[in-house]
């Protein structure tokens, strides 16, 4: 039990430095040149593989094969196969890998400034451009608080026009029942003949307007009281008469 406890402790920290291996290999500009120069010198062997019907062996028989060389001023070579398909390609990586950085340095020393140049047109476009959202967002927070105080106007304009209304509604009702108060008393005045003539027929008059709404209503205020006091004072006049 604790032997396979420590393989599994082992396993991971081997699968770890495996990780560790490729991903620095990976990394590694030298090795990326070379992995690189081997794909492009056998792109063509590598093909066949994949697409070849026959098997490995076969293929590989196929393509195992040299390569010639020409150079200048030294004629043709011909290149075995290990040479032609591992060798020259390690060659060509390390060479590049050697090269590149100053063919960079060189690329960067005539183009630095250009992009230099760039990069400061980039950084001024960007500078305009935010301060150009800037100022659009400021004026669109301008117009909502624009919109939001028009919305309080139209509110409170609103319910201004509503009581308005409603003290327009109450007048309209008191002068309503104020006119059919006053043709009460009118028709009560037609059914007595359209004539007062006596001390008795204003009385009854009076008696007649105390049974009418436009007495009892209490939404005409002072109108029983002027009746009442008219009352009195009739009935005050009669007592005086009388004596």
Same mark, same amino acid.
């Given at each position: 039990?604790?032997?396979?406890?420590?393989?599994?402790?082992?396993?991971?920290?081997?699968?770890?430095?495996?990780?560790?291996?490729?991903?620095?290999?990976?990394?590694?500009?030298?090795?990326?040149?070379?992995?690189?120069?081997?794909?492009?010198?056998?792109?063509?062997?590598?093909?066949?593989?994949?697409?070849?019907?026959?098997?490995?062996?076969?293929?590989?028989?196929?393509?195992?094969?040299?390569?010639?060389?020409?150079?200048?001023?030294?004629?043709?070579?011909?290149?075995?196969?290990?040479?032609?398909?591992?060798?020259?390609?390690?060659?060509?990586?390390?060479?590049?890998?050697?090269?590149?950085?100053?063919?960079?340095?060189?690329?960067?020393?005539?183009?630095?400034?250009?992009?230099?140049?760039?990069?400061?047109?980039?950084?001024?476009?960007?500078?305009?451009?935010?301060?150009? +959202?800037?100022?659009?967002?400021? =004026?669109?927070?301008?117009?909502? /608080?624009? !919109?939001? *105080? @028009?919305?309080?106007? %139209?509110?409170?304009?609103?319910?201004? +026009?509503?009581?308005?209304?409603? =003290?327009?509604?109450?007048?309209? /009702?008191? !002068?309503? *029942? @104020?006119?059919?108060? %006053?043709?009460?008393?009118?028709?009560?005045?037609?059914?007595?003949?359209?004539?007062?003539?006596?001390?008795? /027929?204003?009385?009854?008059? @009076?008696?007649?307007?105390?049974?009418?709404d436009f007495y009892k209503d209490?939404?005409?205020?002072?109108?029983?009281k002027l009746v009442d006091d008219?009352?009195?004072?009739?009935?005050?006049?009669?007592?005086?008469?009388?004596?």
């Open positions: 039990m604790s032997a396979d406890s420590s393989i599994e402790k082992e396993n991971p920290s081997t699968k770890n430095l495996l990780e560790d291996a490729v991903k620095d290999k990976l990394f590694n500009k030298v090795f990326a040149y070379i992995f690189i120069s081997f794909l492009i010198s056998n792109w063509q062997e590598i093909l066949i593989l994949f697409k070849s019907k026959y098997d490995i062996y076969t293929t590989l028989s196929i393509v195992w094969i040299g390569d010639k060389y020409q150079v200048p001023y030294l004629g043709t070579f011909i290149v075995p196969p290990f040479l032609a398909h591992f060798v020259m390609p390690f060659i060509y990586g390390t060479v590049a890998s050697i090269v590149m950085p100053y063919i960079t340095m060189r690329i960067s020393k005539l183009t630095g400034r250009n992009y230099a140049q760039i990069r400061h047109i980039d950084r001024e476009f960007d500078s305009k451009e935010q301060a150009r +959202l800037d100022e659009l967002q400021k =004026e669109i927070e301008q117009k909502k /608080d624009e !919109r939001l *105080s @028009l919305e309080k106007k %139209i509110e409170d304009q609103r319910k201004s +026009l509503a009581k308005i209304e409603g =003290e327009k509604k109450e007048v309209e /009702d008191a !002068r309503i *029942s @104020l006119f059919y108060g %006053i043709k009460a008393i009118v028709d009560i005045y037609e059914t007595k003949g359209e004539s007062i003539s006596t001390q008795e /027929d204003f009385a009854d008059l @009076l008696k007649a307007v105390e049974q009418t209490t939404g005409l205020y002072g109108i029983n008219v009352k009195r004072i009739y009935e005050h006049q009669s007592i005086l008469n009388d004596k």
